[in-house]
């Protein structure tokens, strides 16, 4: 069965330990559970996580938004929950009825998720050199629009 989408809190404590394994998983400059637990107790962050039936996180992403413009932090699938459509629904979750413009960096090696973010509608609009560290890559910067639909 398809993983639910639901908003995580800083008193899902294990949903947020979950989320800092796959983070340590998947990136090499991993953020810490205790920044996960810090931006969960933000209020101008949201983290969305995509939860089995077992309650296990096999997805989730963090958004962060101030005014009308909001920012794509993070976003990771467990491998072996890949290209089932998780993150497109993590992403949903995040940006329905959000009235802003959306931001976001990728490594510029990257090409799944900048696949998925094209897919999602968003656009290149920068580049920033030599941002990330191990290994050193630059940054993609990516932008949805929030008039894109008016344009
Ligand atoms: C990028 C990532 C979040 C995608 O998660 P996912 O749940 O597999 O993505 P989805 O199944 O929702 O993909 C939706 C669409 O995006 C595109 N896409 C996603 N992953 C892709 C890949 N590896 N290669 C090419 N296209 C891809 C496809 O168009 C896909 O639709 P399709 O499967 O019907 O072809 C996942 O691969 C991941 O966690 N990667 C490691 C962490 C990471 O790089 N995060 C982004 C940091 S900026």
Known sequence: MMPRVKEVTAADGELLTQIAAI???VFTDAWS?????SSAESPATRIYAAVTETD??????IVTQVLDT??????????EFRRQGIAAR???AAFAGMDADIHLEVRASNAGAIAL???YGFTECGI???YYENPRED????????????K
């Open 128 to 130: 920033r050199r030599r």
């Open 23 to 25: 983070e340590a998983q």
């Open 70 to 79: 909001a920012d794509l932090e993070n976003i990771a699938v467990a491998p």
């Open 117 to 119: 973010y094209r897919k």
């Open 33 to 37: 559970l205790a920044s996960i637990r």
């Open 56 to 61: 296990r996180v096999a997805g989730y992403c």
């Open 139 to 150: 940054a993609i910067l990516m932008l949805k629009s929030r008039n894109e639909e008016n």
């Open 90 to 92: 993590l992403l949903d």
